[in-house]
């Protein structure tokens, strides 16, 4: 019913946006979270900065308006292609084991960000750690195996998420061209493997810290 009053390319065309969006969003936060092995005095100078930044509020709410703009409008989609047995998707580049497996784990692989995004906030945002104290939180959360395993799943996540999305999402939004269209896949390709990356690197040395210090 709503697919039939918005149309489908309609729906197609804001979940691709708002996913380019978020992608933004990943890079500029592990920009900042990358700092927290490597430069610990940096990252809390510049965590103490952002959250007296007069703009956070403000790009808090985008993000919160484009994360929920993604998930309900990709799930729409994804109702409306089983419906009518569109799964094209799902079996395009059979050869490539990795674009398949990109492909075919959107779904849960979203549900899975979904959760983590969820307790993510709770551990960190919700309270958030007093000024000076973000490592000192970071360092107690990642000292526990749990917390390891979650993060790390998240990175893997993320990582087949942008692999598949990123090319899906230009197709969506109609800029997919055959001229341009291994520049995008090889672009979005290494942004999955940074990103990914780098989540898992900051997790992993921000946890040997923690442990290095007994916490
Ligand atoms: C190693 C991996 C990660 C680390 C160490 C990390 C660390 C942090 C920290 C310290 C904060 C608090 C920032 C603040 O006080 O404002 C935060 C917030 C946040 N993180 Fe992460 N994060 C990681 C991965 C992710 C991933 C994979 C996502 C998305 C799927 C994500 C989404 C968010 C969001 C939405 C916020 C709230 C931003 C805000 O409202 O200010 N994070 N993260």
New binding site residues.
Partial sequence: MWAAFMGVDLFRAWSAATGLLLVL??ML?LGG?VM?PFAPASFEIY?AA??QSAW?PFA?FA?LAAAFIHLALSLAKLIVNRRTGNRAALVSRRGDRLAVLAARSQAIGGLI?LG??VV??LQ??WP??AAGE?LIA?RALLAQPANVAL?LL??VA?SLHVFHGGEAAHRSLGLLDPVNGFRIRRVFRMLALLLGGG??V??LL?SASALQMGQ
Avoid: I, K, M
Wanted: proline content about 3%; cysteine-free.
């Fill in positions: 969003f990943l936060h979270v927290a965590a952002l959250h956070l808090e993000f960000l983590f995004l993510h906030l960190l945002r958030r750690p973000e970071l993060y998240a990175a993320v989540f898992s900051v997790a921000v």
